[in-house]
């Protein structure tokens, strides 16, 4: 780890808390287990998940873009000897040059998509439709990735994680579809990237060793003849995660209860229970039907040489004939009513031991909406009938279901259109036994009262106003803009329809603005027919059981006790030979001669300044303010600081309350529907967010963490012309927000609550990250009282307190209010193009005009923090949550205030998290997940695993990471991966229409800067030699005081 003189305590003892969320069973017995399934797409690794396709989204057109656009529609189109040319067309609303081709001799269908964009896209995707649900496709989209014919390493994926720039590299498996996609903006990167993956879906060494399939899906394992035999595998665990989830439960038997007869009837991820069914055979046989070039969907998406794209291709396709592979999704015909035994579903799932499940059942009523394919318009009708009825807090439904009271929050997610047919779903959480058939009953009420009495103007202006403003901006934030466009292709595409069609909007738009204009009752309309005339529906009722986790472990105790029963002893043998075989093979390292197979980057490819963002500072009124230039297509971004210093401590954990009640009680002049429905049809949204930033010593020296920025930011977006609105509402909402609103409030809190018991469930490696941080700093403490376990308890608290002594919890909003508008303790925040920020600032003066001046003599109330917030030892820890696998963590702060943390530390912190932990804690353990994490600014570290089937195991693989850096034998080129691995953290990119990524400084001037994030990256590439790094880790030994 670092050197020896930037290490004053070479031989101190570090403090290590060790935090585990764990399923009962596992705390009790140091064991665990179960199952699930959804129509989500699942994914290999912790980096950026997928989702469901994204609403097609384009830019409006700049007139710089418009001459750029005319140049890239004029240029000749590309051509290849071996692809014929299909399709060739422009795509207005994004302004790209898209062409369709067919490989000539291996039938692949190619869509190379022109664009001036340097973060490139690819992605290759299959049609993947499974007959059961033993997780085939989930366990070949992992399995693929370990080692193919030209790359030899065992994980190629995770040897490109080490070393690459890239933006994007994972892979989902969905219902129906495998896609595979990477993204860089290092065009040698890039093409790196590409062939790896491109060799992997072809070429997998998985097909030929069983062993691939016994790491990443199932095997039996058996180390002695008395012990147990039990079941390992990284998809058998992760999906026991998901089976674990009351929501991914619902979601998967309302899919399967709507699509009896097709292909979403069973479980694309692998149901736990039948995933010991899939055999090698069938593993290897699913492979060579389905990842042929003829089942294929080969995309190219950014800036790089279109000729370069189809020459590649070629290479890898020209091995393989045309094929008609067997892989059809058929379509689920929509019947008059379903059967009794999918109509109606009751389900258990499991509950905390000792939870009180009155009040725990979920109801959700579901719809199988088309079977013929929607057109663009009707698509386009659906997505605003869906916002109109749930799309906001005061949108028809979603407000009538949390105002009744009958549960806790709104789910089902309403329409979701990723998949080949529709479905529209909706209900609530938490709802006692006895209320369920009124939720029912209040889901139809609410669609008939719409169909007879229609929507009013100002909803439907506001939701086709946000449509419309989502389609022309095309924000993907981080997310790259290419895999946008690549997802919402796929959406037609894999069903062998046009592509290029979800992505256009203009015709659609102008078809159904004028049927509206003609008074046609278009949304109604289908509001009877596909939902209130739809007999094609089902209910699913979800029953909270207590026992039903331990019933599980002792059913699958069960069963395996039976399965070994059955074997003689040459069997047992054999698996306790294959046990000891897979463990070998996991164990072992890679050749030189198969790292050398990689593709790698040197340190000469990473860029050595970085990219400063544009950045004025100003004083108006006495309101600090930045700006900053960027390209941004006439939209203003306007991010409005509070300053949460000014509040004592105890007023912190009501924050995130008070955020909400700022857009979701209502004004003084109008109530909640008519606020919601004025900023839909304005602006293009407005929200809340809290960002807390620790502030950067002058000398780069380990911070204390007690010098906090913390604000609370109201972000909206308009386009110019509509900035008086944006920031009348922005004025509006921080004066006259309407605190004493306490039924909202009681149902927000309700819905709050929910949702974080919901995720430490899900995301239980999350909270266990912030609880770890919370004895050693007091930006520690905070984000855990605010945001962690403890915020959970004071949640339930303050529930009580809305609903027993609500005006005592009125007066802490108001007084909170009168102390956050203070004047020039806030801070104002403006992203646009040059032009945009002139002609806003007339909206901007009188706003400033309109504040408040506050108490001007308000100061911070940091130092006091220090001593009135909750203080949390650092002890060890473990909380039981209702799930069958756990999340492990160990952490402490391995750097002291004043001390000097060198770039050597996380490029070692990187290693560990795709060396020695992926292959101890993921491959060798099972888990989904195991990382480290590493703080330059203050210090800690910690180890976390996620979906982990073991406890001890992996406490015991953490305690190791020491004697493996100080053994470690790493070549020039493994350091020099490293590194570069490590820069992808340290490099911001700027989209179209990007907020831009900050660090706040205080106190003022209040300055946004990315310097320190470069002042680090200089200090990576200088790197260490592998003989200083060797030296670096015997210093940095972990062990528990």
């Known amino acids: 780890l670092p050197p020896a003189a930037e290490m004053r305590a070479a031989s101190r003892a570090v403090l290590m808390s060790m935090l585990v969320l764990a399923s009962s069973t596992s705390l009790r017995l140091g064991a665990g287990v179960l199952r699930h399934g959804a129509s989500r797409p699942f994914n290999r690794g912790m980096s950026r998940r997928g989702g469901s396709s994204p609403v097609a989204l384009a830019s409006a057109t700049a007139p710089q873009e418009c001459t750029a656009a005319e140049a890239l529609a004029a240029e000749p189109v590309v051509t290849h000897p071996g692809f014929d040319v299909m399709k060739d067309d422009m795509v207005d609303e994004y302004g790209v040059r898209a062409t369709i081709y067919k490989h000539k001799k ?29 997780g085939v496709p989930h366990i070949l989209e992992h399995s693929v990735l370990c080692g193919s014919r030209k790359f030899l390493s065992k994980e190629p994926f995770v040897e490109l994680l080490k070393g690459s720039l890239q933006t994007f590299l994972n892979a989902f498996t969905y219902p129906d579809r495998t896609c595979y996609p990477v993204a860089s903006c290092n065009l040698k990167d890039f093409y790196n990237l590409i062939n790896v993956y491109l060799d992997a879906v072809l070429h997998p060494r998985a097909t030929n060793d069983d062993l691939v399939l016994q790491q990443e899906g199932w095997h039996y394992e058996l180390e002695k003849p008395d012990d147990p035999l039990v079941f390992k595998g990284v998809v058998y665990n992760e999906m026991k995660g998901v089976y674990s989830s009351p929501d991914a439960l619902l979601g998967r038997a309302a899919q399967q209860a709507l699509f009896p007869d097709n292909t979403y009837g069973v479980d694309s991820g692998g149901d736990p229970l039948v995933i010991p069914d899939l055999t090698f055979e069938g593993f290897k046989g699913f492979h060579d039907e389905l990842y042929h070039p003829s089942n294929a969907k080969i995309y190219f998406y950014g800036d790089d040489p279109a000729p370069q794209r189809l020459a590649l291709l070629d290479e890898y396709l020209s091995e393989f004939d ?43 009523m579901n719809w199988l909406l088309n079977e013929a394919p929607m057109s663009s318009k009707d698509k386009l009708a659906l997505a605003v009938v869906d916002h109109l009825l749930l799309g906001t807090s005061a949108a028809t439904l979603q407000k009538a279901l949390t105002d ?39 889901v139809v009420k609410v669609l008939e009262k719409v169909v007879k009495d229609g929507f009013d103007d100002s909803a439907v202006e506001a939701s086709m ?59 109604t309309d289908m509001i009877q027919a596909l939902l209130l005339d739809n007999g094609h529906k089902s209910v699913i009722e979800m029953v909270p059981d207590s026992g039903l986790e331990q019933v599980q472990v002792a059913e699958e105790e069960e069963r395996l006790a039976e399965i070994k029963a059955q074997m003689s002893d040459d069997d047992i043998e054999r698996v306790i030979q294959d046990t000891a075989r897979l463990k070998a093979a996991q164990a072992a390292h890679d050749s030189p001669e198969a790292l050398a197979t990689i ?80 900023i839909g049809a304005r602006t293009g949204g407005l ?42 509402l922005a004025r509006d909402v921080l004066m006259t927000a309407r605190l004493d609103n306490q039924k909202r409030v009681i149902e927000m809190l309700k819905e709050s609550k929910a949702g974080l018991e919901s995720s430490l469930v899900s995301s ?278």
Not at 417 to 442: H, R
Not at 467 to 488: A, D, H, K, V, W
Not at 689 to 694: A, E, F, L, N, P
């Open 106 to 134: 291996s039938g692949a269908e190619v869509l190379s998509v022109i664009a001036p964009d340097e973060n490139k896209v690819f992605g290759i995707t299959f049609r993947t439709p499974p007959k059961d649900s033993t």
């Open 322 to 364: 045309a094929i008609n592979p067997d892989s059809e999704v058929k379509t689920q015909s929509k019947k008059a009513s379903l059967p009794a035994e999918s109509a109606r579903i009751t389900q258990k799932f499991p509950a905390a031991e000792g939870e009180d499940a009155a009040n725990k059942h979920m109801i959700q």
């Open 404 to 442: 009744s009271s009958l549960g806790s929050a709104v789910i089902g997610g309403g329409l979701s259109d990723e998949l080949k047919q529709a479905t529209f779903s909706v209900g609530l959480k938490g709802v006692p036994p006895e209320k369920v058939a009124d939720v029912e009953a209040l």
């Open 465 to 523: 106003n946000s449509i419309e403003f989502q389609l022309r901006e095309f924000n993907t934030g981080s997310f790259p803009r290419g895999l946008s466009f690549m997802l919402g292709a796929m959406s037609g595409w894999i069903y062998d329809r046009d592509p290029l069609e979800p992505l256009r909007f203009e015709e659609a738009l102008a078809e159904l603005k004028a049927e509206l204009a003609a008074g046609k009752p278009v949304f």
């Open 599 to 678: 593709p790698a980057l040197t340190l000469d490819d990473l860029a050595k300044e970085g990219l400063e963002l544009p950045n004025e500072v100003g004083l108006e009124q006495g309101v600090t303010i930045l700006r900053h230039d960027v390209p941004s297509n006439g939209i203003v971004y306007a991010d409005i600081g509070l300053d949460l210093t000014l509040l004592p401590a105890e007023d912190l954990p009501f924050v995130s309350l008070f955020s909400r009640c700022l857009l979701q009680t209502g004004t003084a002049t109008e109530d909640q529907v008519t606020l919601s429905r004025r």
């Open 687 to 728: 929200g809340t967010s809290m960002v807390t930033g620790v502030k950067v010593p002058e000398d780069d020296t380990i911070a204390t963490g007690d010098e906090l920025v913390h604000r609370l930011f109201l972000r909206g977006k308009a386009v110019g012309g509509k900035a008086d609105d944006l920031f009348d």
């Open 764 to 1041: 239980g490696h999350s909270y266990a990250s912030q609880r770890l941080s919370a004895p050693h700093t007091l930006a520690g403490r905070l984000a855990e009282t605010t945001g962690g376990v403890e915020y959970l308890k004071f949640l339930r608290d303050l529930l009580d307190a809305a609903e027993n002594d609500w005006p005592s919890v009125q007066a802490r909003l108001e007084r909170m209010r009168s102390t956050l508008l203070t004047k020039s303790k806030m801070v104002i925040n403006l992203s646009a193009d040059g032009q945009t920020l002139q002609d806003i600032q007339p909206s901007i003066d009188r706003f400033l005009s309109a504040l408040p001046e506050g108490d001007e003599s308000a100061v911070s109330s940091l130092e006091s923090w220090k001593a009135d917030m909750p203080s949390f030892a650092a002890s060890n820890e473990g909380f039981v949550v209702p799930t069958q696998v756990n999340y492990v963590g160990k952490g402490g702060r391995v750097y002291q205030p004043g001390e000097r943390a060198s770039g050597a530390t996380s490029v070692v912190a990187r290693s560990l998290r795709t060396g020695y932990l992926w292959d101890n804690v993921r491959v060798i353990g099972g888990a989904y997940g195991g990382f480290c994490r590493f703080s330059p600014l203050t210090g800690t570290f910690s180890y976390l695993s996620y979906r982990d089937p073991n406890l001890l195991g992996t406490i015991e693989n953490y305690d190791g990471a020491a004697e493996f850096l100080t053994t470690l034998d790493i070549t020039d080129e493994a350091l020099a991966q490293a590194i570069i691995g490590t820069n992808v953290g340290h490099r911001p990119t700027i989209h179209i229409c990007p907020r831009p990524s900050t660090t706040v400084h205080h106190p003022p001037p209040v300055t946004i800067t990315t310097t320190p994030r470069y002042r680090w990256r200089p200090r990576l590439a200088d790197g260490p030699g592998p003989e200083r790094l060797r030296s670096d880790a015997a210093l940095a030994r972990w062990r528990d005081r």
